[in-house]
């Protein structure tokens, strides 16, 4: 299973995470984008998602809702501003208990002879901004989240 990688520079406002798929990207792209298979990945292993939307085009808007073991509830939002299927969406990005910190989101598919390179660069307002980010586990949270989409990407692989 391939890693999931981090590149975190000093004095700057964003993350970008990798991680290379043994899927094709058709399969990679539904997977990130369809609302029936995002709970299954999405967020860390201890959470559950929920997805209260999911418009996959221009100005449309999505949210998503993470709820822990106590039932509490941790929602994020934003607007796609551009989605090219199967290659990229960019969107914004919003974790809903600091609203004021938007981020813009872009994820690219590559396809590669190693299968398919997904790209997230994801820029906050400042560099604070990403570095609460960090600090609330969001590192983590995203590393599960890549390990879980590589089970769910197996799986359909494994049925098709």
Sequence with gaps: MSE????IEPGRQDIVMTRVFDAPRELVFRAITDP??????W???SMATRVDRMELRPGGLWRFVNIDAD???WGFHGVHHDVVAPERYV???AFEGAPEDVALETVSLFETDRGTEYVARTVHPSVEARDAIIRAGGLRGGQESMD???VVLARRAAAS
């Design 4 to 7: 999931t990688q981090f590149v």
């Design 36 to 41: 029936e298979l995002l709970p299954r990945w």
């Design 43 to 45: 967020g860390p292993h």
């Design 71 to 73: 039932g509490l509830e």
């Design 91 to 93: 969107r914004t990005w």
């Design 148 to 150: 879980r989409l590589a």
